[in-house]
């Protein structure tokens, strides 16, 4: 099998499951690809982003950090899709709580990912395009976060170009149109997925609550968010199952 070299992966064309789970921390790659795939193989480590692929429930599946912010996902997420054959990917990270009901460690599904960046402004559309995940992913997510007995949530969330914003204020706004938490990849996921027909959806953690204050640890971010980690490999063999019997790029059932 003939070696792909893009900018930012180098990997044989065959080296990428046809999904891909993305948390932002090369970390969290590693301890998925150690703790859950059988036979995992490093496939991609161009500045160190650490992309595995094995197999999980007898499924192939790869597991690539994305680094943080709309721009590294967006090339990333690009790259697989368009040079590795990549169908569908999923984004595994964490979040930061806008809603009281929103709970730390509470699982949040990103249904649309409403976003400050201008990162549609290259499509040159004539108003705001709205990114949102792919059904048959997101159906499939739901079911396996209720049987797991997550304690989960499905709707609007935020896509920040800014962690540390000037404004104290900014998320005030979006707080009151019922957006239930910030991160800072989605959006940019979801706009590549449906410029590309392809499948992507946002599984999150909330690591911390920018109501109550209450935080996790690096640490526990790095290691313990199995449940969305389990809820994603879960989907990932699901839909493999039933890939061949259903119309699924760019979200159609």
Known sequence: ??????????????????????????????YIAEHYLENSQLVNNIRGIQGYTGTYKGVKVSVMASGMGMPTIGIYSYELYNFFGVENIMRIGSTGALQEKVRVRDIVIGMGACTNSNYAGQYGLGGTFAPIASYPLMKEAVAQA????????????????????????????????????????????????????????????????????????????????TQMMEIALNTAVSIDEYAGQTPFAGGNI
């Not at 044989?12 to 921390?25: C, I, N, S």
């Open 146 to 225: 209720q049987k797991a007995g997550a304690s989960y949530h499905v709707g609007n969330i935020l896509s920040s170009d800014t962690f540390y914003s000037d404004d104290k204020n900014a998320n005030e706004g979006w707080k009151k149109m019922g957006v239930l938490c910030v991160e800072m990849e989605a959006a940019a996921l979801y706009m590549n997925a449906a410029r590309c027909g392809k499948n992507a959806l946002a599984i999150l953690t909330v690591s911390d609550s920018l109501v109550t204050g209450e935080e996790t640890t690096a640490e526990e971010r790095q290691n313990s968010f």
């Open 1 to 30: 099998m003939s070696m792909i070299t893009t900018p930012h992966i180098n990997a044989e064309a065959d080296a990428f499951g046809k999904t891909v789970l993305m948390p932002g921390d090369p970390l969290r790659s590693q």
